[in-house]
């Protein structure tokens, strides 16, 4: 089956431009992740949703970054007025429950360059 | 409030040998703790979780990994190392509290010479 999937792959940004990111997660999967890979670190935690409703936003770095999911599939993460320090792998996981222990499925990643 | 310690940024080992890649983490509250590999320009792919069965856990490709409650570690090994081995190796932590809210080690490198 199909896993998740990201659009685009590549993004490269001038400064100050605003870029939306899409993520469509496994079919039926309850909880959605976005987090944020800095070149030669680990993945940090950005946003959570369980269906369309946004848990937890803790990881957002700042007000320019939001992220949505309206009917409780596709994502979308959107970044206003990019900086530099916004370059940066975008990766979105799935998981098919909230449970806890539920192990993450991850998408190939959006790489933004902002210039 | 959890976090992840992986020794040793890059890890080097010759075909057939043994691979051991360090986990140690910190939790306030029973942990779930997991490994994913991650290869050039691709997601991360699960490779192998705890979830407070056996605390010996078996997964792909040959792998395992040990919690060890009292060393607070889940370090992975593989008893004989292949090409196809040589990816990005990252350990996860999560818990009950957190609704699977994972935190993630900065990773291993695995170099696998012939």
């Known amino acids: 089956g199909a896993g998740v999937s990201q659009s685009p792959r590549y993004k490269v940004a001038k400064r100050g431009q605003d870029v939306a990111l899409r993520c469509d997660p496994i079919s039926g999967h309850v909880s959605l992740f976005w987090y944020q890979q800095a070149l030669g670190q680990g993945p940090e935690f950005l946003t959570y949703f369980q269906n369309e409703a946004q848990l937890d936003k803790s990881g957002l770095p700042s007000d320019r970054f939001f992220a949505e999911r309206p009917e409780g599939s596709v994502s979308t993460l959107k970044i206003q007025r990019t900086q530099q320090e916004d370059s940066a792998v975008y990766l979105c996981?799935?998981?098919?429950?909230?449970?806890?222990?539920?192990?993450?499925?991850f998408g190939n990643g959006t790489r933004l360059t902002v210039t | 409030a959890q976090s992840v310690t992986q020794l040793g940024s890059h890890v080097s080992v010759s075909e057939g040998a043994l691979v051991l890649l360090r986990c140690n983490y910190s939790?306030?509250?029973?942990?779930?703790l997991f490994w994913y590999v991650q290869y050039p320009n691709q997601g991360l792919q699960l490779l192998l979780k705890y979830t407070s069965a056996a605390t010996l856990v078996k997964g792909i490709n040959g792998f395992e990994a040990e919690f060890k409650k009292s060393e607070t570690s889940f370090h992975l090994t593989k008893p004989s190392a292949h090409m196809s081995d040589a990816a990005e190796y990252f350990c996860a932590v999560s818990a009950y509290t957190n609704a699977g809210k994972s935190t993630f080690g900065d990773g291993t490198t695995l170099t696998v010479k012939p």
């Open positions: 996981a799935s998981s098919p429950t909230a449970a806890e222990g539920s192990p993450l499925h």
């Open positions: 939790s306030s509250v029973p942990p779930y």
